[in-house]
């Protein structure tokens, strides 16, 4: 066969493996053949196969065969197309961070998640790594909740690319963002599921001058100070703490402003209806003063249930202000003068109470006998 013949044959030969295109810098397709211990060898689809050593293989000090495996689907970088001994030169670490790149910035631009593999903690987050790229997630964006960040070192996490310059090396992630996005999603349902009147369980959150902020799962609502009991009280500390489990009745719901009331007493149990409906006008009751006005005090005869105790209607004395004869949580006999069960007013007198008291105790210092039924005879009148 003369040498032109063979080198017709030869073309020929290697007219399927494209020789002309293999060109230092070149990405191709691989599949591993063999590895050992230093080296891998790979099947490019050419005339001679691809030599990848360990220091190509990865950035790890791993042994090639704890990397890849035979029969594995590769991309490869053509570092030379002739090492001097038969083989293409060929380099893993320098085609991944090609086609990392490429895939980070695909999914920067498209608004893709990716797995990244968190390093270590550092100061102000944390470092992860798509394959070789370094990837930084800083602290206020690696949970919407608060967490320890050391729990997340050595897991394999999804985020989301939202700062991408290569040039000055400043890759940012972020995990928040895509929980924020399942938690809105997850919130619309909720909201759509709050019906007014219904029970829920629910964890107090934070304590306001006005109440306190409750969690139900997922959305946030506002128990006024109104609502966390039937009785006056002053400070939501009063009756709840933060932390506390809590089952609370829906109030009013506004969906399109996504905002809840939440009441805490139990709505079934109103006190002007199972304390007040036996109420009647003349009857003495003991009382609690629990706020003043310029007109008068409030007195509470039953816990939710107040009375108001005109200024006229608290001594005959001639007084410019309620404090000026009583004190706050003084407890005090009080007579009912009228009751409005509509508007949920009640009319009290202390000096007309006291004046029966007397009475009473006129009574039982006298020898003289005076029936009960004479001494009240007009008190329970009706």
Known sequence: MTNQNLEETMGDLLKDFDVKRIRTGDILDGEIIDVNDKEVMVNINYAFDGMIS???LTNTDKDPREVVNKGDKIKVYVLSPNDGEGYVKLSRTKALEITEKEEIEKAFKNEENIIVYIKEEVKGGLVAYYGNIRVFIPASLAS???????TLVGKEIEVRIIELDFKSR?????????????????KKELWKSVKSGEKRNGVVKKIIKAGAIVDIGGITGLIHLNDLSWSRIHRAEDVVNIGDKVEVFIGEVDVKNERVSLILKDIDQDPWETNVSN?????ILDGKVVKFLNFGAFVEIFPGVEGLVHINEITDENIAKPSDVLKLGQNVKVKVLDVDKTNKRISLTIKDAEEKSKEYLQYNDSDEGVSLGDLFKDLFKN
Do not use: F, Q
């Not at 919407?144 to 050391?150: G, M, N, V």
């Not at 400043?170 to 997850?186: F, M, P, Q, W």
């Not at 109420?279 to 009857?283: A, D, R, T, V």
């Open 54 to 56: 360990k220091e190509d």
């Open 144 to 150: 919407r909740e608060r967490i320890e960040l050391s």
């Open 170 to 186: 400043k890759i940012v992630a972020s995990r928040r963002v895509l929980e924020d996005v399942i938690y809105e999603n997850k």
């Open 279 to 283: 109420l009647k006008i003349g009857g």
